[in-house]
């Protein structure tokens, strides 16, 4: 086939995809020999994949591919997650009407006159299941597609799976009723867990301390986070423009937000409303601090939201930066004057000393939010309470908060309410708040010892980048029970209490083990009815014996030996890749649950964390006009040119940029290196110190790749096996008189190996436009060849790199065409001077000013060159580049030595920098 346009790169693609799967190369069975199991969080399907789905999944396929290289036999599958509350809200909005879900859905690839069948959750998950396969088997993914499977009861052998699981945990103590704070949407009555929310994913309930100041019979009670503060309080804020009503709440009677009603009603408190009124009705009023009987007025201030909490504030100028800002915006800092308690390295007022440095001028400054937390990170790590806080004086503020808590609450005069870290914004759109909630099922994450296990488990993993390792650490230790079932949703209902389902994060945490059970329930020899509890002890723990389960489940026990086996062979998970949004939560209760069902040999080996995607620099969105399908990437850029625009464009934690222009540009280059290939490989030209040269540029860039490589570092790696190794392929193409075709067909096997994780489609057609047999996934990584590697050849190419920018820079300058260029190469006496500084002296009587410039070369190591070349080797040299300079510079070309020069210039040439004469 010849080459001819573009379009045939996609007929490349789709020629590659076929044979792969018609010899089943990516399809892993056990066998002799080191094995590698990647997987990634299986993606939720309630709509078609788009272009920022695919780059956690590109990363691990760039891993399966290079282990498998490496020599290692991967098994890499992917599942597909319907469980939870999306995909009913997407059918309960069809059957609603809903314009926007019918959009959607039209733009996922459903015709637009079939849309309202899809008001049934069963036909979303069918139709989505299989378009979800067949956008990433297009995009060439190098999954075992035997393998995949969807969740929730819709699938009855993982229904079965799941249930086990809980019964297990049950049995374990693991999942407990219990009484617990919990964000909760009050138009779903249900706990919002992360993937529940359409903002807030991050938040978590935060205990808030209620100080109650009197009110005349009333109390006014303040919420924070600081209790220790109360002791440097001056004035009370209200909201001036806030609805806030007085209220009976159990037995006293307190003014709060309107917002904070219904709150209070879900944390446990009888709430009777009793009259509603605007904050400013009471400001200007005052009320008493509870424990010194100190009449405090009450202030306007417009930053108290009340939605927070009660939206009753306490004001502590001296440590709080609204606050402070707050009461100068009133001009009150004479009249009521902060007051120091907290004794730190910040010293006196130190919300006045952060407002100044950082520049904040009123209470409406983003900046004051980053000033709270500077200040309250000091001083609750460092502080000590200073003389003005009675029998609490000189003690730690980190010590100090829960014995202030049961102090106050003793006096009567403390409460606690509970409240979101950040605004929670539920799925169906509805503001969430914090609810708790007493006969709601938990998975005891508190649990210590199952925390010391979760973080000996972290200990010995691998992750990167590196610097995921403290978000996974923090999240372990933070971990506090968690809501495992909700009301309402797709999913596995609990085994014991069937109104509640499994919600999402709950039922993913170690489906990778069922990847191996998937296989042979595609194959029908396994099925639902087989799955009894023993089942599962058997093939995944290796409890019982396969004679006896066999005849409980009605398996035959050769074939539940051989599930087993398998299950130990590829077990356990070598690599999990995921996007950073599942860091706090769906990766920490990966590593819980692997340690609570597996013995340590099977405890996950490594952990990798990708950022998001924007498309062309923004967040992808339909009004912008940068959301992308994966199959429109597919069609216009090839699935080789999309996936390099992800894996090019960032690594580590920092989020991906898929730019359209990139996309389009890599599928050029693409297209220009197969021409090249075509174009050279057969050429006759001889060998000389180019293909020594481009030999040696080879071993480095496998050598780099590599490296990189091995820590998921997909740009670094990048940077040299395919931008690297192309640029030296072109300069040898450039530099070299005659190309030896042998030399180029090595590059290009080289070339096509190491690019194999990255544009595998492109890499398996340049294999074989190489005659080389079978597929190039079937090769191995090159050796680097040490003998090959010429530091000296590759500096006598950057001398002549560096030449060629130095003439283009004079030409700019004289912007002229040239007639004839002169190099000179320095004098023997100048190499001698740098090999042995002490010559130095002698040469600068013999030479005068012209030795000056070796004398500064020698004062900064950093100027001295790498290598020293003869005279006669330097000379050599650019000799032999002598028609490469002319089929550059299109003029004359002269070498001379300095030596036999009488032309002035051709005293400034140095050792590896020749001096330049243009006429
Ligand atoms: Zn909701």
């Known amino acids: 086939m010849i080459l001819f346009s573009e379009k045939d790169i996609r007929k490349i693609e789709v020629k590659w995809q076929k044979r792969w799967r018609e010899a089943g190369i990516f399809e892993a069975e056990p066998k002799k020999g080191k094995k590698y199991f990647v997987t990634f969080p299986y993606p939720y399907i309630n709509a078609a994949p788009h272009v920022g789905h695919a780059y956690s999944a590109t990363r691990a396929d760039m891993m399966a591919r290079f282990m498998r290289l490496l020599g290692y036999n991967v098994l890499f599958p992917f599942g597909l997650h319907a469980t939870g509350e999306p995909i009913m809200g997407a059918a309960k909005r069809i059957a609603m009407g809903d314009q926007k879900q019918i959009e959607a859905f039209v733009m996922s690839g459903i015709p637009r006159e079939k849309v309202k069948e899809f008001d049934d959750p069963v036909k979303i998950v069918k139709f989505f299941a299989k378009t979800w396969v067949r956008d990433f088997q297009n995009y060439g993914l190098s999954v075992d597609w035997r393998r995949t499977f969807y969740t929730t009861k819709l699938n009855p052998e993982y229904n079965k799976f799941v249930t086990w699981q809980y019964k297990k945990l049950k049995k374990m103590g693991l999942v407990v009723k219990g009484k617990h704070p919990v964000i909760w949407c009050p138009s779903c009555e249900s706990p919002t867990g992360s993937h529940d929310r359409k903002e807030g994913e991050n938040a978590t309930v935060v205990e808030y301390i209620l100080l109650k100041f009197k009110f005349g019979d009333a109390f006014l009670p303040a919420a924070?986070?600081?209790?220790?503060?109360?002791?440097?309080?001056?004035?009370?804020?209200?909201?001036?423009?806030?609805?806030?009503?007085?209220?009976?709440?159990?037995?006293?009677?307190?003014?709060?937000?309107?917002?904070?009603?219904?709150k209070l009603r879900d944390q446990e408190h009888e709430v009777e409303v009793l009259e509603e009124f605007k904050g400013k009705?009471?400001?200007?009023?005052?009320?008493?601090?509870?424990?010194?009987?100190?009449?405090?007025?009450?202030?306007?201030?417009?930053?108290?939201?009340?939605?927070?909490?009660?939206?009753?504030?306490?004001?502590?100028?001296?440590?709080?930066?609204?606050?402070?800002?707050?009461?100068?915006?009133?001009?009150?800092?004479?009249?009521?004057?902060?007051?120091?308690?907290?004794?730190?390295?910040?010293?006196?007022?130190?919300?006045?000393?952060?407002?100044?440095?950082?520049?904040?001028?009123?209470?409406?400054?983003?900046?004051?939010?980053?000033?709270?937390?500077?200040?309250?990170?000091?001083?609750?790590?460092?502080?000590?309470?200073?003389e003005k806080c009675g029998e609490y004086s000189g003690k730690r503020v980190r010590d100090i908060k829960q014995k202030l808590v049961e102090d106050f609450s003793k006096k009567g005069m403390a409460s606690i309410m509970y409240e979101a870290s950040e605004p929670v914004i539920c799925r169906c759109l509805t503001r969430c708040h914090v609810k708790i909630i007493k006969d709601q099922w938990f998975l005891k994450y508190s649990d210590e010892e199952w925390k010391k296990r979760a973080l000996?488990?972290?200990?010995?993993?691998?992750?990167?980048?590196?610097?995921?390792?403290?978000?996974?650490?923090?999240?372990?230790?933070?971990?506090?029970?968690k809501a495992c079932a909700r009301k309402s949703g797709l999913g596995t209902p609990l085994p014991w209490d069937p109104e509640w389902i499994i919600e999402p994060l709950s039922d993913s945490t170690i489906y990778m083990s069922y990847y191996i059970i998937a296989k042979y329930v595609r194959e029908g020899e396994v099925k639902a009815k087989n799955m009894k509890d023993e089942f599962f002890d058997y093939?995944?723990?290796?409890?019982?014996?396969?004679?006896?389960?066999?005849?409980?489940?009605?398996?035959?026990?050769?074939?539940?030996?051989?599930?087993?086996?398998?299950?130990?062979?590829?077990?356990?998970?070598?690599?999990?890749?995921?996007?950073?949004?599942?860091?706090?939560?769906?990766?920490?209760?990966?590593?819980?649950?692997?340690?609570?069902?597996?013995?340590?040999?099977?405890?996950?080996?490594?952990?990798?964390?990708?950022?998001?995607?924007?498309?062309?620099?923004?967040?992808?969105?339909?009004?912008?006009?940068?959301?992308?399908?994966?199959?429109?990437?597919?069609?216009?850029?090839?699935?080789?040119?999309?996936?390099?625009?992800?894996?090019?464009?960032?690594?580590?934690?920092?989020?991906?940029?898929?730019?359209?222009s990139a996309a389009r540009n890599f599928k050029e280059l693409l297209l220009k290196i197969l021409m090249t290939l075509e174009r050279f490989?057969?050429?006759?030209?001889?060998?000389?110190?180019?293909?020594?040269?481009?030999?040696?540029?080879?071993?480095?860039?496998?050598?780099?790749?590599?490296?990189?490589?091995?820590?998921?570092?997909?740009?670094?790696?990048?940077?040299?096996?395919?931008?690297?190794?192309?640029?030296?392929?072109?300069?040898?193409?450039?530099?070299?008189?005659?190309?030896?075709?042998?030399?180029?067909?090595?590059?290009?096997?080289?070339f096509a190996r190491i690019n194999v994780p990255f544009a595998p489609h492109t890499c398996e057609e340049i294999w074989e436009r190489l005659g080389k047999k079978g597929f190039v996934h079937q090769a191995k990584w090159p050796e680097v060849r040490k003998e090959w590697m010429n530091e000296k050849l590759e500096y006598g190419q950057e001398i002549v790199d560096k030449l060629v920018s130095d003439v283009n820079e004079i030409l700019n300058i004289l912007k002229k065409k040239p007639s004839k260029i002169t190099f000179f190469v320095a004098s023997t006496w100048k190499r001698e001077v740098l090999k042995e500084p002490k010559k130095l002296k002698e040469a600068i009587k013999e030479h005068g000013n012209v030795a000056i410039k070796l004398a500064n070369i020698l004062k900064d190591p950093s100027k001295r060159p790498k290598f020293i070349l003869d005279e006669s080797e330097e000379f050599e040299l650019l000799e032999s580049m002598k028609d490469y300079f002319k089929k550059v510079f299109n003029c004359e070309i002269e070498i001379k030595r300095e030596n036999e020069s009488e032309e002035e210039k051709a005293k400034q040439a140095l050792p590896g920098k020749p001096a330049i004469l243009v006429n």
């Open 681 to 750: 490989k057969d050429e006759k030209g001889g060998e000389d110190f180019m293909d020594d040269w481009l030999r040696s540029r080879i071993q480095f860039r496998i050598m780099k790749t590599r490296e990189h490589l091995e820590k998921m570092e997909n740009r670094s790696a990048l940077l040299h096996s395919l931008h690297g190794l192309w640029q030296d392929i072109t300069k040898y193409i450039q530099r070299k008189g005659k190309v030896n075709g042998k030399t180029i067909r090595y590059a290009f096997d080289v």
């Open 539 to 660: 093939v995944l723990l290796g409890e019982g014996n396969p004679e006896e389960v066999g005849k409980k489940c009605g398996l035959d026990p050769k074939l539940l030996r051989e599930i087993r086996e398998e299950f130990e062979y590829f077990y356990p998970v070598d690599l999990r890749n995921s996007g950073k949004d599942l860091l706090p939560h769906h990766l920490p209760f990966f590593i819980f649950h692997h340690v609570v069902f597996f013995p340590e040999k099977y405890w996950p080996r490594a952990i990798g964390a990708n950022g998001w995607v924007t498309v062309d620099g923004e967040k992808m969105s339909k009004s912008k006009g940068n959301f992308i399908t994966l199959r429109q990437a597919v069609e216009e850029y090839g699935a080789d040119a999309s996936r390099l625009a992800f894996l090019d464009s960032n690594e580590g934690l920092a989020d991906a940029d898929f730019r359209r």
């Open 281 to 386: 009705e009471i400001i200007g009023k005052s009320c008493v601090e509870p424990l010194s009987g100190r009449e405090i007025p009450i202030l306007p201030a417009s930053f108290v939201d009340v939605r927070n909490a009660t939206g009753v504030v306490m004001s502590v100028p001296a440590h709080a930066p609204y606050d402070y800002m707050a009461l100068k915006d009133l001009g009150k800092l004479n009249e009521l004057k902060p007051i120091t308690i907290i004794k730190s390295e910040i010293g006196e007022n130190p919300a006045e000393k952060i407002c100044e440095q950082m520049g904040i001028t009123s209470q409406e400054d983003e900046k004051l939010e980053q000033a709270t937390k500077i200040i309250y990170r000091r001083e609750f790590h460092k502080g000590i309470l200073n």
């Open 456 to 481: 000996e488990c972290l200990k010995k993993m691998k992750v990167y980048p590196d610097e995921a390792r403290n978000w996974l650490e923090n999240a372990i230790i933070n971990m506090k029970d």
């Open 224 to 262: 924070t986070l600081r209790p220790e503060t109360i002791f440097g309080v001056t004035n009370m804020w209200l909201n001036p423009e806030g609805d806030y009503v007085r209220a009976k709440v159990d037995d006293e009677v307190w003014i709060v937000s309107k917002e904070s009603v219904k």
